[in-house]
Every structure is written in C-alpha cells, then in structure tokens.
C-alpha cells in the first residue's frame, strides 16, 4: 500500500452527525480482549473515554497495518477501530454494529463453512473487514454488501490490493442478491463441481436475522452453505425448536424445507465491541439443492397452509384449515398421514405438513 493506512481512514471518514444513533459504550473491553502476545490491563472504569483509551493503548501497542490478506491478524482490527475513533466514529445501534474482537471466532466461522481455495464468499455488513480477512486468506473470492457508506469506503481501501475482494455500498434486505451472486459466479471459471456453489459466512446485525435467513435458504441453486453469527436465542430458536414445544414455529418448517441447520457453537457477549446485551451462536445451514426440497404442489400454498395452521396455534387443523376444504376432509387427510383427528400444528413435524398439503391443496 502506498499511502500509510491510517491516513487513508482518516481522509475517507467524515465524523458522524452528533444526531445519529451511536452506541453507548457504557463497558469496557474485557480483559481476555487483550491482543494476543500483550497482557494490556483493563480499566474497570466504566467511562467510555475508557473504552477508547484502552483501544488507543492497545493499537499503540502493535503494527498498524490495515492491508488485507493476512490470516488471524487481531492488530488490523484494533488499529482500525483506533483511527474511526480517532475521527470521532462511534458503532451505530441502528445497523447493529457490533464488532468481532477474536479472530479465532472469525476462523471458526471460515472452517464451519469449509471455505478453501477458490471459493466464491457472500459476506454481509463486513464492517472494519476482520472476518473478510481470514477468508481471503483462505483463498475465497469475497463479494461483500455493506449499508454503512462510511464502513464500505473502509473496507475497500483495505482490501484495495487485493482482486479477491469486492463490496457493494448497499442494503442486504433491498439488494437483488441472487442476480448479482448468479453473474458472479457466471463469470468465474468453476475449479471443480463444488465452486458452482458459492458460500454466505456473516457476522450479521442481529436485526436483519429473519430477513437474511428468509432470504438466502431458498437459494440452494446458488449457494452451497450459509453460516451465520446470530443472537444465540434465535439460533436455537432456529436449529432447536422441535415438535410439541412452544417455541415450534412456521420458520422451523421453512428452515428445515430448505436446509440442515447445525448449532455449531455459542459465542460470549464478551467477544464482540460494543458488547451486545446478549450472547452470539455460530449456526451453519447445509442449502438443499431444490431437486432435493420435499416434494409439494406449490411453495407458495405450502407454506401459506403453514402460516394458516399456526396462526391458530391452539386451535385444532380441522378448524384452522377450513378455509382449504371441509373438517371432514382434514380429519380423513390427518388420519392417512397417521395422525390424529384433533391434531394441533405444533403435532405435526415438516414431513406431515407435507402430506397433508399434498392431500388436501388441489393446485
Ligand atoms: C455485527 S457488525 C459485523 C461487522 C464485521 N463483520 C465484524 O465481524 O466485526 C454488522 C455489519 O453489518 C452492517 N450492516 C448493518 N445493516 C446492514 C444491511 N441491512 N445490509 C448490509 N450491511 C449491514 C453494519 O454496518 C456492520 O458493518
């Protein structure tokens, strides 16, 4: 790089107006946030000026080199913090930014989606780039999609020698994501069967959890696997919930219709800067292949047959499902799936939906 890297954050980031949603930083880093190789104390005050200065001391303390393509590199990642403080940038509440402090949960991200030499990696909200880093260095193609312009403009200065590495100053939620993976990956030249699939790994804000996970499942056409940091409630919300609890919900059908999730570990609140006020989880999800989806009709009527039953979670299917055919036919529908008559939807698992779709929807 030929411009010092800090310099370059600092020409590229304007300081944030005193009105936007900033983050307080009401705790200090933890001590096991130390950067490996120093034993920095912590301050236990509580002031944010604290958290600042300890940041300060600990960039201070290491090389400040902010270039992409170095493996597990945790000096990157608090020089960079340093020089948005230094500009007076705060994490923002309202796009959850909430930054990844070990870098060891960045390389547990990378292998639980075995990302390797040559694959093609969607990462979303890639921030200061420290996951990014070690799955460049793994050897992926990482398309990232930031909404944060300022963070965007970072990232790709970082990682502005690489050709690896590209990013979209844009809104996950809004942005067309399948066209813009499906040319991706159309004018790469696939190195075995496996890299026709690209590979989502994501340290996410928690508050588009839903939207990315309704999202990206269906797209087993284009993505192999999706591995994503979630709040830990959600993620066992999502992988755990089974049959008969009350946590038993419509997006359990629709993540195991499209996928094999997998709890693959829990991550302390500790780890993140700002700390959220509640605990992380790695969950993997292995996409189906649509020939591989169960078979029904209709998707659509699938899932809006779904909705429709748990909508009335306490009532019996009979009655919730009357607008689709009679109680009579549900109740003969309920006994050739091998239920019974006066089954609830929390008593049916994704394969008995499935029956019962396919006997009772006509389309
Ligand atoms: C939890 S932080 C993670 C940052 C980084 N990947 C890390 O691990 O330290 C979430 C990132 O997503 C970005 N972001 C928030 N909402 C977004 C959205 N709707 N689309 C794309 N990026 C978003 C934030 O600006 C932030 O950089």
Do not use: W
């Amino acid at each position: 790089m030929n411009s010092p890297p800090l310099l370059l954050l600092q020409q590229s980031l304007p300081p944030i107006s005193p009105t936007e949603n900033l983050i307080q930083l009401k705790t200090p880093l933890p001590v096991h946030n130390s950067i490996p190789g120093t034993r920095t104390p912590v301050s236990s005050s509580s002031s944010s000026s604290s958290s600042l200065s300890y940041i300060r001391a600990c960039a201070g303390k290491t090389t400040r080199r902010v270039g992409g393509g170095r493996r597990g590199n945790p000096d990157d990642y608090h020089a960079t913090l340093t020089a948005l403080n230094s500009k007076g940038r705060f994490p923002r509440k309202s796009l959850g930014q909430h930054y990844m402090l070990d870098s060891e949960i960045n390389e547990q991200l990378t292998a639980a989606a075995n990302v390797g030499e040559g694959d093609v990696v969607l990462e979303i909200g890639p921030g200061t780039g420290s996951l990014t880093n070690v799955l460049i260095s793994a050897g992926a193609f990482v398309l990232a999609i930031e909404k944060d312009p300022h963070m965007a403009t970072l990232v790709s200065e970082r990682f502005s020698e690489t050709e690896r590495f590209k990013v979209l100053k844009e809104d996950f939620v809004k942005c067309h994501i399948h066209s813009h993976m499906s040319s991706l990956l159309a004018s790469i030249e696939p190195s075995s069967a496996d890299s026709r699939y690209a590979k989502v790994v994501a340290n996410i804000p928690f508050n588009i959890s839903t939207d990315v996970v309704k999202q990206l499942l269906p797209m087993g056409d284009i993505f192999s696997e999706v591995v994503l940091l979630l709040q830990e409630e959600t993620a066992l919300r999502l992988v755990e919930s089974s049959l008969r609890t009350s946590e038993y919900r419509p997006i359990n059908i629709f993540v195991n219709f499209y996928s094999d999730p997998q709890f693959i570990c829990k991550v302390p609140r500790t780890k993140f800067f700002p700390q959220p006020n509640v605990d992380a989880a790695v969950v993997k999800f292995k996409l189906k292949q649509p020939v591989h989806y169960p078979s029904v009709s209709s998707t659509k009527s699938f899932f809006s047959m779904v909705n429709s039953a748990f909508n009335g979670k306490r009532k019996m299917l009979r009655r919730s499902l009357q607008h689709i055919c009679t109680p009579m036919e549900i109740e003969n529908a309920l006994g050739n799936v091998g239920r019974p008559a006066t089954s609830r939807p929390e008593e049916l698992s994704m394969d008995d939906f499935v029956k019962l779709h396919n006997l009772i929807v006509k389309v």
